[in-house]
């Protein structure tokens, strides 16, 4: 099954800390509670954008969260929490399911949600917070960073599409400096950019000590695929050069029979 949201586990994480009478962690209820969803070794190690939690790990631990806020759950030291009487008493009252809707029955709750309301928020966004697939609030903020970076990565690759040749052949070469290669621009790499060149675009050391040298080929095309033929003219460049590594750079993207034969 897929990984239920974090309203979906407040039910069945507030039945487990009944069950458990004394205090729990998120993650020893996290590994409880995926056993009842059934989860398979893939989606319980599904990891949030970031990479720095798995996205069950982090549902259980908002679900806890929005429960505590609302009494059902209280802190007993860090990390650590357990049911507390109206929880206990909410469940003998065999509630169908507990999300936000219900939660916001209890004046704690109320008052958590007025606190976030004081940030600016418009009213889709308050809407959306009562959807049962609403994501946790980390979810939300490293989705919004994603929209964001993929949209500043668009219009990057927009802005290069109308540079020169020999500008984005400059740009290919700044981007490995700064991603580490060779140390400062003046002694890490050039680009070549001329007639005559041998199929290579620039040059680039691999190490601060410039030990090797990677050649670069940079394509500033729109739409038109980088294809088999343009990979292997760049090999035959290599060769040329008696070149051990070259990297292919372009704002279009590759075929797969481009791929396939880079792989081989």
Known sequence: MPIPDYQSIMLPLLNFCSRKGTETSTSESAEALS??????????KEL????????????VGWAATYMKKAGLLESTRRGFFKITARGKELLKNNPQKIDVNL????????KFQSLKGTRKKTTTESH?????????PSEALEQAYENISDELAEEIID???????????????????????????ADAGKAIGRAGDGG???IIKEDKLGLDV????????????VGRREVQQFAGALQGQRA???????????????????EK
């Open 35 to 44: 056993r009842e969803f059934k989860l398979t070794e893939a989606e319980l």
């Open 48 to 59: 949030l954008p970031s990479g720095t939690q798995t996205t069950f790990l982090n549902r």
């Open 103 to 110: 939660l916001k029955e209890y004046p704690e709750f109320i």
């Open 128 to 136: 959306e917070l009562l959807n049962i697939s609403t994501p946790t």
């Open 159 to 185: 802005k290069l599409k109308n540079v020169t040749p020999p500008y984005f052949e400059r740009i290919a070469v700044e981007l490995l400096v700064k991603m580490g290669y060779g140390g400062s621009r």
């Open 200 to 202: 290579i675009d620039g």
């Open 214 to 225: 990677i050649y670069i080929q940079a394509k500033r095309w729109d739409e038109t695929p």
């Open 244 to 262: 051990n590594k070259g990297i292919f750079i372009t704002t279009s993207y590759f075929t797969d029979e481009a791929v396939e034969y880079a």
